[in-house]
């Protein structure tokens, strides 16, 4: 009889394999290490592209570094090109000017406005646009002034510019008219006793330099046939805003046959005195050349009734040695 206390017996699977099961375990593992991995290469691969993403920006904004800087270098230059342009424009300009003022050694000495004395007048007539500057030219050249805020001219104004050419004094009645149209029959009555007529336009202005055609057609009707011309283009200083090249200013006058061209600022006084110098100088020389060109025809005068008196003697002489007989 078997005892109540004996063991149970212990039941086994015939399947169960402890090797086996190891082997599972290790595969499992095997399978869990390679996924890791994966999952490590992929945010290796992320980063990598990451910084090959990176690396490219960095390249690009290189690349529109080395453009934006290429792009400066061209402006710099271009500035650069453009002030040498200006350079050569202002000695051209100042050769020009030279060149006009070297036609003569004339003694000059600009007298002040209120001088009283002198021994040659000539009227002057300014014309032109309104608004292109001519009363404070005139104003900047006799007094020195400039005014930012000036009123436009009624019917006209009038300046003396007084200078000592050699040995003579010599003023300039300047008679600045107005440039609207309202007034223009009243402009014209002071044309006809003119001297000569300074005509201005404004460098930022191209319909004052268009309109100078206007002017020049009523001042042929108006004026006497041997009046001197100017063409002046002011506001100088306003060279960023320039639509009227010197160039084309020079040109004109060039085309027309008037005596000078010449570019003035009312604001910086550039050429404003010069302008009334070449003036005066002008009207000088023409007055010297009339008066000798006077004295050359009185000289001609003489010796033609030198020559006839002669001939009157000797035809004279003749009758009377013709009336003696011989006998």
Known sequence: MESDNAPAPILMNINDNPNENKEENKEE??????EEKKEENKEEIKEEIKEEIKEEIKEEKKE??????????????????????????????KEYIKEEEDKSNLEIEVLNEQYKDYDLSFKLIVIGNSGVGKSCLALKATKDIFEEQ????????FFNFNIKINSKVIKL?????CGQEVYRSLISNFYRSSSLAILVYAIDNEESFDDLNNWIKELKINSNPNIKVF???????????RKVSF????????????????????KSGFNAKKLFINAAKLLYKDYIKLNNEGDLMKLNEQNLLMKERKNLKLEKN??????????
């Not at 009645?173 to 008219?177: A, M, N, S």
């Not at 063409?231 to 805003?241: F, P, T, V």
């Not at 003749?318 to 011989?326: A, N, T």
């Open 64 to 93: 529109e570094k080395k453009e934006e800087k290429k792009e400066e270098k061209k402006e710099e230059i271009k500035e650069e090109k453009k002030e040498e342009i200006k350079e050569e424009k202002n000695e051209e300009k």
């Open 318 to 327: 003749i009758e009377e040695e013709s009336s003696y007989g011989c006998c």
């Open 231 to 241: 063409i002046i283009g002011n506001k100088n200083d306003l060279e960023d805003k």
């Open 173 to 177: 009645q300047i008679w600045d008219t």
């Open 247 to 266: 160039d084309k200013g020079k040109n004109f006058c060039k085309v027309n046959e008037f005596h000078l061209f010449m570019e003035t600022s009312a």
């Open 29 to 34: 593992n095997k399978e869990e290490k390679k």
């Open 150 to 157: 000036f009123m436009s001219t009624i019917g006209f104004e």
